[in-house]
């Protein structure tokens, strides 16, 4: 079973693709590159740049827009958003953009209607935070990073 809902998206830039799905049912809508000038950017090895998509939406409330890596850009070309998943809470209103991080050896280029970026929505959960002396134990207790592997 899918479940649709209605996103408003306004193009900023001249150029600027709206965000497409790749498949029937695929999870993530593809982000697209909005480069003006020469319509391409380098990005060296081990450097960051910002990458406009000439995209602002309307997320509905009690949905984020989380932004991921496209496989095929991370596997082939080493390219991945540098803070690893973006988050686009449903109050912001203004231009959508990818930080790109080239993790290889070899200068890559992005070209202006590019796949850069998959954006995935998805509902959340907010806390109202309490502050107690004691929490409730556990089998785990405070045991750390590896901690449930280890024999």
Known sequence: MK?????????????ATMP????AYAAGADLYACIEGEGKITILPHQTVLVHTGIAMEIPEGLVGLVYARSGLASKRNLAPANK?????????GEI???LHNHGEAAQEIMSGER???LVLTPYVTAEYQEVSELSATVRGEGGFGSTGTK
């Open 3 to 15: 479940n649709t809902v209605k996103v408003n998206a306004k193009k900023l830039l001249n150029g």
């Open 20 to 23: 497409t799905y790749g498949s």
């Open 85 to 93: 998943v973006g988050v686009i809470d449903s109050d912001y209103r």
């Open 97 to 99: 953009m990818v930080a």
């Open 116 to 118: 850069i970026a998959q």
